[in-house]
Structures are given as structure tokens and as C-alpha cells.
């Protein structure tokens, strides 16, 4: 929709985008209405220009790709793959019914639970057949239909068999840590299995009301993931039945050897305790758009690789180590949440005698209000703009790489990926993209494009500015409607 018109855009000369339902760090997800084929469709429009030969258009293509490839009645079917206007996108069909992540207030009960992994696993069944993981399980990406059935959504950072190109650098992963396997985190190639210690994961979440590790960073959540045990389901939810807890235990083993043959098997262990009560959920979800949202809302992250000497800012003394320290044994979770409690503690005493923050520009005085970056705005080395709650800061480093923390442990949540360009600045260009520059390197003049460290590709929105929220969520958010373009979380 532009709003400057009233008139909504259209793809290709077919696809009228209607309403933005989505959005993430790499695309927009619209409501739409395909014009040739009369029906609803949902329209997946990537942040990125096809021309820039990014790391994100790769995984939108492969997506494309991959789900394609895949026929199965719990998988949402992709209709159409293409690049109109300047825009790469992807017609898929439109589920007219909540994600999981809607339904969790808390928990659900042991029927639907098993069943919408019973559906869950039918599609990861079909897709590990053909060579394909997905890699991101999590309740935001299994989505319900109007009848209760579980369909598996958002194969962006999935990985076949038969790709010969790495997305990921080595040591990092792709994924969202509340859910990923022990070796999804160790930055190590997965296969199938690390699928079903995500579905375990999930299970958990789904009967606890919490999922089986907590921390208030993604680094922190790898470290449990790799060496601690969770609480069992039957300390936290005593109801569950033991045979339905071992199959859970078994899931979330930490070798994946140790884990069920395939996704089929699993499947077949949980359909007895299948049973009705999605449907009445769904029908209760309809009735109240406002059932608040799960506390877990884990976006896709990308984790790097350990820091190296270069930084600059102590956060190599962060970096999560390679492996588990010679003879170190397993955390027990409890103890491992009072020990990162204290720490956090301790570090907030220390960061509150120091003044080191640098805000550039604040919209307003209320401390829910967000920190802005408007457009013309700069950060120069070493220059910070915070959040009004001081939890989170995006930092630019003097080794060029721009970084968000969570200031109670200097943890970092996003970074550009630009470290070794000193005196690099980030600035919000007249066009409305968000760039990073190396030093002596000016915008380019308008309707010109000169290469950057790092974009968010949302040029082509001018007047756009930089919005850090109190939640850490970092974003572009168009001048004359207010939309957001681009997300770090």
C-alpha cells in the first residue's frame, strides 16, 4: 500500500499486495490477492535489491527451491518465485488461522500438543526423505488452520543434501536459539536429527508454558543447549504422562545418535497420545485477535563466530567457547540460571559506577519511548545510541563493525559482520537505507548506489529512520507510514 496515494502496490501485474502480516530481517510477508487466479495469497517480498548479490537473496531463492520441491498436506505450498519492480518475491499460500506461537498462554494440554507434533513431524518426514533440513523449528513457524491442522512454515534457512554453497560462515549458525540442537550451536553441519530435538524443544514449550532454557541472550542459550540438562517435563509439568516425558528426554538427547531413527518413528511413538483440542483452540484464537503472545518470541538470529583480538571493545572476553572446557561437566540448569543471575547482578553494579553511553538522538522523554536515529543521522567510531531503558545499545566499534549489546553483560545480540575497516561510521542515508561506510567514504549522490560495508536495503523510503526499542528490537521504519522495513530481530 502506498500511502501517499492510496492506491495498493501490485507485483508483476498480478499480485495486489492488500496487508503487511509479517515481517523480519529479511522480508515483509503481505496479505495478498492474486488477481489471476482470484484466491488470497500470501506474498513474501525479500528487504534486499536483486541486484545485490547478498547472502539473503541466496537463502530466498533457496527457499523457493525447497519448498517447491515438497508436496505434503502439513507443509504451506509455495505458488510462484519471482523479481518485479525491483522486487524479489514469493507467492505462497495463505493460512487464515494463528501460528503456534498464538495459542501458547501458557500451554496446551497433552492431546493437541502430541498432535500438532504428530503434523509437524509428518512434514519433516517428507522433507528429511528428499534431503531437506529445515533448521528453524519454533512455535512462530508452525501455523494452524481453521480445522486444527499444524502446517510447517519458512524453509529460509533450510539446508539439502544436494547444496554444494554454505550461507553460514563457519563456526556460526542460522537458526533461533530457544529451539536449536547441541550441534546446530556448535556451528557444526546438522542433519535430521537436530529437526527433532527442535520438535523436542517445542513439546516442551508446549506442556511446561516455558521453554527448557531461559536466558536473557542467545549466547548464554547455546552454552545450555551444549552442557546443561533441562529441568524434566515431570518436575515442571507433573500431569505428563511418563511415557509421553521419555519420548520428550529422548528427543533433546545431546548426541543426535541418541535421538529417534527418523521423524516417521517419532511420529509413530507420539500418535497415541494424540488427540482433539486444536480445532477449539483455533475457534477460541478467532473469537480473541488479542491473546497476548508467547514470552519466547525467538526471531531468527545468526550467531558468529567467536570474536577475534581485533575487538576493540572487550567483548572477545564474551566469546563462546569451541568446545566444552577439558573435564567440565554438565550445568545443571537451575544452577547454571543462579550463576548468569548473579553475574548479571554483579555487571550491573560495575556498568552503573561507569558512564560510557553516548545517546544521539531520543524521540521524546518517556521511558517507553523509542531511541531514534533520524534520517542524516550518523554513529562515528565509537559513538552509542541507547534504548531509553539503557538495557540494550548499538555501539560503533573503531574497528568499523556496528554492534548491538545487551548493556547488563555487553553480550552481543546483532552486529553489521564489518570489523577490520577502523573509522567506519553507520549513517541513515537521504534514501532511507541504513549503511555502514568505511572511513572517508561519503553517501553516494541520489539516485546513485556506491558500495557499502553493510545495508539494510531498504533505500527507495526517504526520510526513514533508525528506531532501537526498549525490547532490542532495532529497525527501519519508513517516513510516511510508519511501516517497518528492516529488523534486526
Not at 512462530?140 to 554454505?166: C, H, K, P, Q, Y
Request: hydrophobic share 35%; aromatic share 6%; net charge negative.
Amino acid at each position: 500500500m502506498d500511502a501517499r496515494s492510496g492506491t495498493r502496490t501490485t507485483l508483476a501485474g498480478r499480485y495486489e499486495l492488500v496487508e503487511m502480516v509479517g515481517y523480519g530481517g529479511m522480508a515483509q510477508v503481505w496479505r495478498s490477492y492474486d488477481r489471476e487466479l482470484r484466491r488470497q495469497v500470501a506474498v513474501k517480498v525479500l528487504s534486499v535489491h536483486p541486484g545485490d548479490d547478498s547472502t539473503a537473496l541466496q537463502r530466498f531463492r533457496r527457499e523457493g527451491r525447497h519448498v517447491a520441491a515438497l508436496s505434503h498436506p502439513n507443509i504451506v505450498p509455495v505458488y510462484d518465485f519471482g523479481i518485479a519492480d525491483g522486487r524479489t518475491y514469493l507467492v505462497m499460500a495463505y493460512i487464515d488461522g494463528p501460528s503456534l506461537r498464538d495459542l501458547l498462554s501458557p500451554a496446551l494440554g497433552v492431546a493437541p500438543t502430541a498432535q500438532l507434533a504428530v503434523d509437524v513431524l509428518a512434514a519433516l518426514d517428507h522433507a528429511h526423505h528428499r534431503g531437506i533440513v529445515h533448521r528453524d523449528i519454533k512455535p512462530a513457524n508452525i501455523l494452524m488452520t481453521r480445522d486444527g491442522t499444524a502446517l510447517l512454515a519458512d524453509f529460509g534457512v533450510a539446508r539439502a543434501s544436494g547444496d554444494t554453497t554454505e550461507l553460514t560462515a563457519a563456526g556460526s549458525f542460522v537458526g533461533t536459539a530457544t529451539y536449536a540442537s547441541p550441534e546446530q550451536c556448535n556451528g557444526t553441519p546438522v542433519g535430521p536429527a537436530s529437526d527433532l530435538y527442535s520438535v523436542g524443544c517445542v513439546l516442551y514449550r508446549c506442556l511446561a508454558g516455558r521453554p527448557p532454557f531461559e536466558a536473557d541472550d542467545a549466547g548464554q542459550l547455546v552454552l545450555q543447549h551444549r552442557f546443561a540438562d533441562a529441568i524434566p517435563i515431570l518436575e515442571v509439568c507433573p500431569e505428563t504422562p511418563p511415557a509421553l516425558a521419555a519420548v520428550i528426554q529422548q528427543a533433546m538427547a545431546k548426541e543426535p545418535e541418541e535421538r529417534f531413527a527418523d521423524a516417521g518413528t517419532m511420529r509413530d511413538v507420539l500418535a497415541p497420545f494424540a488427540g482433539v483440542g486444536l480445532q477449539q483452540l483455533v475457534d477460541h484464537w478467532s473469537h480473541d485477535q488479542t491473546v497476548r503472545r508467547s514470552p519466547d518470541d525467538s526471531r531468527t538470529e545468526t550467531l558468529d563466530p567467536p570474536y577475534g583480538p581485533e575487538a576493540s571493545t572487550g567483548v572477545g572476553e564474551d566469546r563462546l567457547p569451541s568446545d566444552r572446557p577439558s573435564g567440565m561437566p554438565k550445568v545443571p540448569t537451575r544452577g547454571f540460571r543462579t550463576l548468569v543471575a548473579l553475574l548479571m547482578v554483579v555487571g550491573a553494579v560495575v556498568l552503573g559506577a561507569v558512564t560510557w553511553e553516548v545517546v544521539i538522538h531520543r524521540s521524546g522523554n518517556s521511558g517507553n519511548s523509542p531511541s531514534v536515529l533520524p534520517s542524516g543521522g550518523t554513529l562515528q567510531a565509537g559513538q552509542s545510541l541507547a534504548a531509553p531503558n539503557r538495557r540494550f545499545e548499538l555501539t560503533m566499534q573503531s574497528d568499523g563493525n556496528l554492534v548491538e549489546y545487551l548493556t547488563t553483560s555487553r553480550s552481543p545480540r546483532w552486529e553489521s559482520g564489518t570489523s577490520g575497516n577502523f573509522g567506519a561510521y553507520a549513517v541513515v542515508q537521504a534514501d532511507g537505507d541504513f549503511v555502514v561506510y568505511p572511513k572517508g567514504m561519503t553517501s553516494p549522490p541520489p539516485g546513485t548506489r556506491t558500495p557499502a560495508l553493510w545495508s539494510s536495503g531498504t533505500y527507495g523510503h526517504p526520510g526513514s529512520s533508525v528506531v532501537l526499542q526498549n525490547n532490542g528490537d532495532l529497525s527501519v521504519r519508513a517516513a510516511d507510514h510508519g511501516s517497518v522495513l528492516w529488523t534486526n530481530h
